[in-house]
Each structure stands twice: as structure tokens, then as C-alpha cells.
């Protein structure tokens, strides 16, 4: 295997420090993907420079005039404070001619904007619930087929980023409120969708042409009360003492309907290849109590933390977390 030259362009706020025994243990879990990333890249004999990216480019030009690195490896998942951007800073690397890792402009753009992929998606008659974009600077008017109960999410931020139990409304007071907090604090348009109760199942896959589909997922919160709706929320995802108090955990899916696992793969890349999607992602889904599925997101360049599902996933696929991060960087060399 031939020894590589890896910059590793991460946010300007999360760079490992030189000496990672000093970090306590919130720090550590705070830079788990770059850690994580880092160290598995040494482990596997490359040499890898790490670069805080905030809000210029001129940084990542002259890394690679001064270095040369054979493949960028990309954990940006924002620029100038952005998560639109970040397909800017890929593009950006197109133009230089650098190999970099995870998806292109095309596949982020597309898959970021969460109306737009799933108007291409109902076009190709995948499964989606009812949804309405709502733009800032515009009026809010729900269609009468857009039935409660709605979940108002952010168009195109990731990572639970202002989901929670206040999310899903049952009336048009409670809609106008959340849209406008999606606007105000958030600072991003704003997506209604039918809330569909069930269970939430992620599936995983790697490739730019040939796919490979990792085994599903499964978003579980042990401790919730049984008329509760599961609902994952920014704290379910980030905050451990809370996933510690209500036993949340994502793990194989138990006793899925007949027929639902192979779907799932078939799905996942018929999805993945239809918004343009290139080295690796995460599809998401909710499993209705008929066992139907409803397309929610597509995660381009979704988290890799060892820990983290994606991970899990590849480890439950016979790859170790080495060999996942080495087959990534050859996708993105192969592109």
C-alpha cells in the first residue's frame, strides 16, 4: 500500500492539539472525528497535516504549493459559519486538481437542500412524507393535505441542528412559532414534513460508482415512555448524559419485517445514485407501523467517529475502522 501525504481540512475550532493527553474528557469527545481520523490515517503509515479552515481558501492553496499532499482528506461541514458552503470549498479543490475524499459539489448541493431532494425523489417514486419548504422573508401557508402532526426542521442543516420534542406541532399556532424560531435562531429556511411515527433506520454506503451497502442501523431510546413519539433531537445526538439517562443507543435493527432488509439496500443506492451522492453517506429513513419506509434525509459525508454509526456499520461489514478509513481515501483517489 503506498504511503500517502494526507491534509486533513477540518474547522478552525477543531484542530487536535500536539499533545492529546491534556485534553479532558468533553474536549476529547468534542474532536472524536478528527482525533479518530488523524490517528487512524498514522496507523495506517500515511502522513497526515491538519488544516483549520474558518473562512478563507488562500490557507488550502498554499498547503498544497508548500506540501503537495497526494488527497485531501474533508471533515468541513461548513465555511464562513455556512453549512451550504462547504460545497464551495470542495469545488474549490476541484479547480486546484486535488483529490479529495467523501462527496462532490453536485451531491451536496442537492442532498443539503432537503425539498429538493425530495422532489427528486417522489419524481422517482420513492416513498416521502408531505412536505412544504418554508423560505424566509415569505409567508407561511400550509397546504390542506399537509396534515398534523408536522416536525419543522431546518432545510439544510445536519446533525439534529434545532430539533427538539418542540419540533413536532399539532396546530397552526404552534407551526408559525416553529418556523419562526427556525428562521430567527437558527438562521436557515425552514422544511414542514408529515411526522411519520415509527422507527428511525439509517443505512450507510461507500462508493462513487460501485456501491456497497452497510448493514442498517437503528436510532433506539430505551427509556421512553410508550406514548412518547421518537423524535431525534439535537440532545438525543450530542448530549451524553442524556443518551445515558434515556438509554439511547444506535444498533442492528431487531425482528424487521419480512422483506424490509433487502429493500433497504436496494433503496439506499438507488437514492444515493439518484441525488448524485459520491464516497460515502448515510440514508435515512422512518419504518411506519405497516413497515412501509419514508425517505427523511440523505447524509452526505455523515460522521466517522470510530464510535459512531457509520463506523459501527462497516465494523458489523467485516472493515475495520483502518480499513474504512483507508477504502474512503481510495475512493476519493479513484474519482
Not at 502522513?47 to 481558501?57: F, I, K, S, Y
Request: glycine residues 6%.
Amino acid at each position: 500500500m503506498k504511503k500517502l501525504k494526507v491534509l486533513v481540512l477540518v474547522h478552525a475550532n477543531f484542530v487536535p492539539p500536539e499533545d492529546v493527553s491534556k485534553l479532558s474528557d468533553a474536549e476529547q469527545y468534542e474532536l472524536k472525528t478528527e482525533l479518530d481520523v488523524v490517528q487512524a490515517l498514522k496507523t495506517l503509515g500515511h502522513q497526515a497535516r491538519v488544516l483549520g479552515v474558518l473562512d478563507e481558501l488562500l490557507p488550502i492553496r498554499e498547503a498544497f504549493e508548500e506540501w503537495h499532499p497526494h488527497i485531501v482528506f474533508n471533515l468541513l461541514e461548513e465555511f464562513r459559519g455556512e453549512a451550504v458552503y462547504d460545497q464551495n470549498v470542495v469545488a474549490f479543490l476541484e479547480l486546484l486538481g486535488v483529490p479529495y475524499t467523501g462527496c462532490s459539489p453536485r451531491g451536496l448541493i442537492i442532498a443539503r437542500d432537503k425539498a429538493m431532494s425530495k422532489k427528486l425523489l417522489i419524481y422517482h417514486r420513492i416513498r416521502c412524507p408531505r412536505f412544504k419548504a418554508a423560505r424566509r422573508g415569505h409567508a407561511v401557508r400550509r397546504p390542506a393535505k399537509l396534515e398534523f402532526p408536522i416536525i419543522v426542521k431546518s432545510l439544510n442543516e445536519e446533525a439534529s441542528r434545532g430539533i427538539s420534542k418542540a419540533s413536532v406541532v399539532h396546530d397552526d399556532e404552534s407551526l408559525m412559532k416553529r418556523v419562526e424560531f427556525i428562521h430567527d435562531r437558527i438562521g436557515t429556511d425552514a422544511i414542514l414534513e408529515q411526522f411519520v411515527p415509527g422507527r428511525e433506520l439509517y443505512v450507510g454506503i461507500l462508493g462513487n460508482v460501485r456501491l456497497t451497502a452497510l448493514p442498517a442501523r437503528e436510532l433506539v431510546m430505551k427509556d421512553r415512555e410508550p406514548d412518547d413519539n421518537l423524535i431525534a433531537t439535537e440532545r438525543m445526538k450530542h448530549d451524553i448524559a442524556y443518551q445515558e439517562k434515556y438509554g439511547v443507543e444506535i444498533a442492528a435493527p431487531q425482528s424487521l419485517p419480512d422483506g424490509v432488509e433487502p429493500m433497504l439496500v436496494r433503496q439506499s443506492k438507488r437514492i444515493y445514485r439518484i441525488l448524485g451522492l459520491e464516497g460515502y453517506g448515510r440514508i435515512d429513513y422512518r419504518m411506519d407501523p405497516e413497515g412501509r419506509l419514508h425517505f427523511l434525509e440523505a447524509n452526505p459525508n455523515p460522521e466517522i467517529a470510530r464510535e459512531e454509526e457509520f463506523a459501527s456499520a462497516a465494523e458489523a461489514a467485516g472493515l475495520s475502522y483502518e480499513s474504512l478509513i483507508q477504502r474512503i481515501l481510495n475512493l476519493g483517489l479513484r474519482r
